[in-house]
């Protein structure tokens, strides 16, 4: 495991998290860090992803003007701040990097470099 994650946690419909994504230098370097999620029983989906050289992001419609990808080079950390939480946002959060394509995939299968995850809950 090379990339980790935190922030994760238990939270109410509504409400804030901001979820960390710390990089090895390595691998950082003007690539593409990505965020995905995994809900008990479903595909695990692309949600954000954001190249670290050009900082272009890309996030997918259902969480856009809620949740918002962004990096810090010095501390080669990615972070996703998730405002206003749904029920539905319930999920296993891992974030990804991909050190071969210049431009950033929505594909899983194109990041082979993943966290272990962070888990969070949003209840009603």
């Known amino acids: 495991v090379q990339l980790v994650e935190s922030g994760g946690g238990s939270v109410q419909a509504g409400e804030s998290l901001r979820l960390s994504c710390t990089v090895p230098?390595?691998?950082?370097?003007?690539?593409?860090v990505a965020w995905f999620r995994e809900a008990p029983g479903k595909e695990r989906e692309w949600v954000a992803h954001?190249?670290?050289?050009?900082?272009?992001?890309s996030t997918r419609d259902s969480v856009r003007g809620r949740f918002d990808i962004s990096r810090d080079n010095a501390r080669s950390t990615v972070y996703l701040q998730m405002d206003k939480l749904k029920p539905e946002d319930t999920a296993m959060y891992h974030c990804a990097a991909d050190t071969v394509r210049w431009t950033c995939s929505w594909f899983k299968t194109d990041y082979p470099h993943w966290g272990q995850g962070t888990q969070v809950t949003v209840s009603s």
């Open positions: 230098r390595y691998m950082y370097r003007s690539n593409c």
């Open positions: 954001i190249h670290t050289g050009s900082g272009l992001t």
